[in-house]
Structures are given as structure tokens and as C-alpha cells.
């Protein structure tokens, strides 16, 4: 099992994805499919959700786990 997802170690860059997914995960959107949010598999992959906004189908293919 994965330890660890990607962590972005430029805050900005950090802060500008957030900017961007702001719209669509207010909707409960993903912001990368627009798809809805839906289950997460682990905790890990619930705390990337906060960070990205990513549903669990963008997280895996995003992550290749």
C-alpha cells in the first residue's frame, strides 16, 4: 500500500490549484472531470481531497497507485 501521495513543495503552485478547483469543488464537483466527488477508499486519499479537490477516479489515475 501507498504511504504517501505527491506533495507539492512550492506553496504557490499549491495555492494555485486551490484557486483553481475552488469553483467546482463549492458545487461538489471535481475540478480536474467535473464529475461528482463521491467516496474516497482511505483516509489518505480523503486528506488529498482537501488539498486538490480530486475525486478517488481522478486520484488514482493522477497517482498511479
Not at 12 to 31: A, D, F, Y
Not at 40 to 62: H, R, V
Request: glycine letters at 10%; charged letters at 25%.
Amino acid at each position: 500500500a501507498m504511504t504517501s501521495k505527491f506533495f507539492l513543495k512550492d506553496k504557490s503552485i499549491q495555492s494555485l490549484c486551490n484557486i483553481i478547483g475552488t469553483g467546482n469543488i463549492n458545487k461538489g464537483e471535481c475540478p480536474t472531470c467535473a464529475g461528482p466527488i463521491g467516496e474516497f477508499k482511505d483516509d489518505l486519499s480523503s486528506k488529498e481531497y482537501q488539498i486538490s479537490g480530486m475525486c478517488q477516479t481522478c486520484q488514482d489515475k493522477m497517482f498511479c497507485e
